[in-house]
Antibody, heavy 123, light 107 residues
Framework: EVKLVESGGGLVQPGRSLKLSCAASGFSFNDYWMGWVRQAPGKGLEWIGEINQDSSTINYTPSLKDKFTISRDNAQNTLYLQMSKLGSEDTAIYYC????????????????WGPGTMVTVSS | DIQMTQSPASLSASLGETVSIECLASEGISNDLAWYQQKSGKSPQLLIYAASRLQDGVPSRFSGSGSGTRYSLKISGMQPEDEADYFCQQSYKYPLTFGSGTKLEIK
């Protein structure tokens, strides 16, 4: 069974940093692109970015490129999101998600999502 | 960035009714479009990809269509478990972008 579990969320003060983790199991982690998506309370989905299998390609949404860093450890089957200079606008549920692969092609859609971890930025 | 304009923002439907949700892209996206369902308090689930391909395990009452800039999700025969938020997402060009969502409720 494919499983993604995020951790590391919580209450953080404005201007501080936070690192989220996503533990993957039930599939060959190093065969897949992985991504992060966030959702502010009561709002829609915002794609943060994604990373390819060997970390040689990482794409970000432009507005977050200088604040957030995506990385992965294939030996530990773990995806990371390092967030810096956090502001109230970063308060959201953060989801990690697996990019879809049909056995032949990779698609930039997400076929499995974790339950999310809540990040609250407040003093 | 490609803007995805989703409509309506909300709708209510009776059980058994057929409903449609639309997404309009700000430029052609060559069928690189997915639809997700998100139930209250849960993470999104992929329903449709490549505009019209049904994800494994998704009931056949869900279907997707469209081309160019206009895409739609149809639910043929509303069921109680279909009450949820629905989002479209384009994968044609980075950054990936989502529609603003449609809240579907039972009338």
């Amino acid at each position: 069974e494919v499983k993604l579990v995020e951790s590391g969320g919580g209450l953080v003060q404005p201007g501080r940093s936070l690192k989220l983790s996503c533990a993957a199991s039930g599939f060959s982690f190093n065969d897949y692109w992985m991504g992060w998506v966030r959702q502010a309370p009561g709002k829609g989905l915002e794609w943060i970015g994604e990373i390819n299998q060997d970390s040689s390609t990482i794409n970000y949404t432009p507005s977050l490129k200088d604040k957030f860093t995506i990385s992965r450890d294939n030996a530990q089957n773990t995806l990371y999101l390092q967030m810096s200079k956090l502001g109230s606008e970063d308060t959201a549920i953060y989801y990690c998600a697996r990019d879809y692969y049909d056995g032949t092609y990779y698609y930039w859609y997400f076929d499995f999502w974790g339950p999310g971890t809540m990040v609250t930025v407040s003093s | 960035d490609i803007q995805m304009t989703q409509s309506p923002a909300s709708l209510s439907a009776s059980l058994g009714e057929t409903v449609s949700i639309e997404c309009l892209a700000s430029e052609g996206i060559s069928n690189d479009l997915a639809w997700y369902q998100q139930k209250s308090g849960k993470s999104p689930q992929l329903l449709i990809y490549a505009a019209s391909r049904l994800q494994d395990g998704v009931p056949s009452r869900f279907s997707g269509s469209g081309s160019g800039t206009r895409y739609s999700l149809k639910i043929s025969g509303m069921q109680p478990e279909d009450e949820a938020d629905y989002f479209c997402q384009q994968s044609y060009k980075y950054p990936l972008t989502f529609g603003s969502g449609t809240k579907l409720e039972i009338k």
